[in-house]
C-alpha cells in the first residue's frame, strides 16, 4: 500500500530553494525529515523521537541536524515548532535520496497521541545557551581541544536540561 501524499498540509516553503542573499549568506530551507523505514504503511511515523531536521539539495539530503525533541516539536503548549508532517527520506544520512510522489515530497504523519502538554518553553534561555556552547566550542577549537557544541535539539526527550547547565 502506498502512503499517502497529504500534499495540502505542506506549505509553499516546503518547495523553496536554496536562494543565496548578499555578504554570501545562504537561504535555505529546514525541513522535518524521517527515515521510509520508521513509517508505517499508513503513513504514520513509528517512533517520532528518530525525526530530524534536514535541508535538501538536487533530491538528496544536502544537510542533516540533530533529532528533534518531544519539548518543542510534540508539546501541545509550544506550537511554535510543531511537527505535523515530516519529509520522507531513504535514510536519515547525508546524500540520502528524498523520496517524492509525483511532483511532490512525500510525508508521513506524526499520530495524535505522539502529542502531549510538555509546559511552556523558554525559547531564548535555550537560545543563548546554545550560542555560549558554540562560542566555546569555537574557543575549544582555536586552542586544538576540538570539543563540539551541542545543538539545542540535543538534550534527552523530557530532560528538563537542554545543555549543560541551561535549564529550558
Same mark, same amino acid.
Given at each position: 500500500?502506498? %502512503?499517502?501524499?497529504?500534499?495540502?498540509?505542506?506549505? +509553499?516553503?516546503?518547495?523553496?530553494?536554496?536562494?543565496?542573499?548578499?555578504?554570501?549568506?545562504?537561504? %535555505?530551507?529546514?525541513?522535518?525529515?524521517?527515515? @521510509?523505514?520508521?513509517?508505517?504503511?499508513?503513513?504514520?511515523?513509528?517512533?517520532?523521537?528518530?525525526?530530524?531536521?534536514? @535541508?535538501?539539495?538536487?533530491?538528496?539530503?544536502?544537510?542533516?541536524?540533530?533529532?528533534?525533541?518531544?519539548?518543542?516539536?510534540?508539546?501541545?503548549?509550544?506550537?511554535?515548532?510543531?511537527?505535523?508532517?515530516?519529509?520522507?527520506?531513504?535514510?536519515? @544520512?547525508?546524500?540520502?535520496?528524498?523520496?517524492?510522489?509525483? +511532483?511532490?515530497?512525500?510525508?508521513?504523519?506524526?499520530?495524535?497521541?505522539?502529542?502531549?502538554?510538555?509546559?511552556?518553553?523558554?525559547?531564548?534561555?535555550?537560545?543563548?545557551?546554545?550560542?555560549?556552547?558554540?562560542?566555546?566550542?569555537?574557543?575549544?577549537?582555536? @586552542?586544538?581541544?576540538?570539543?563540539?557544541?551541542?545543538?539545542?535539539?540535543?538534550?534527552?526527550?523530557?530532560?528538563?536540561?537542554?545543555?549543560?547547565?541551561?535549564?529550558?
Amino acid at each position: 500500500m502506498a %502512503m499517502p501524499s497529504l500534499r495540502p498540509l505542506l506549505s +509553499d516553503r516546503t518547495r523553496e530553494p536554496i536562494r543565496s542573499l548578499k555578504d554570501g549568506a545562504v537561504l %535555505m530551507s529546514v525541513h522535518h525529515v524521517v527515515a @521510509s523505514s520508521n513509517v508505517g504503511a499508513d503513513g504514520v511515523i513509528i517512533d517520532p523521537s528518530l525525526i530530524c531536521h534536514g @535541508s535538501f539539495q538536487a533530491g538528496r539530503i544536502a544537510a542533516l541536524g540533530g533529532r528533534v525533541e518531544a519539548a518543542t516539536h510534540r508539546n501541545l503548549d509550544f506550537a511554535d515548532h510543531r511537527i505535523d508532517v515530516c519529509v520522507v527520506v531513504e535514510a536519515l @544520512s547525508r546524500g540520502a535520496v528524498v523520496i517524492r510522489d509525483g +511532483d511532490a515530497y512525500q510525508v508521513a504523519r506524526v499520530a495524535p497521541e505522539c502529542f502531549g502538554h510538555f509546559g511552556r518553553v523558554n525559547v531564548g534561555a535555550r537560545r543563548d545557551a546554545w550560542l555560549r556552547a558554540i562560542s566555546e566550542s569555537r574557543r575549544a577549537r582555536q @586552542s586544538g581541544q576540538g570539543k563540539v557544541a551541542p545543538g539545542p535539539h540535543d538534550a534527552t526527550p523530557g530532560s528538563p536540561v537542554t545543555m549543560e547547565g541551561s535549564a529550558q
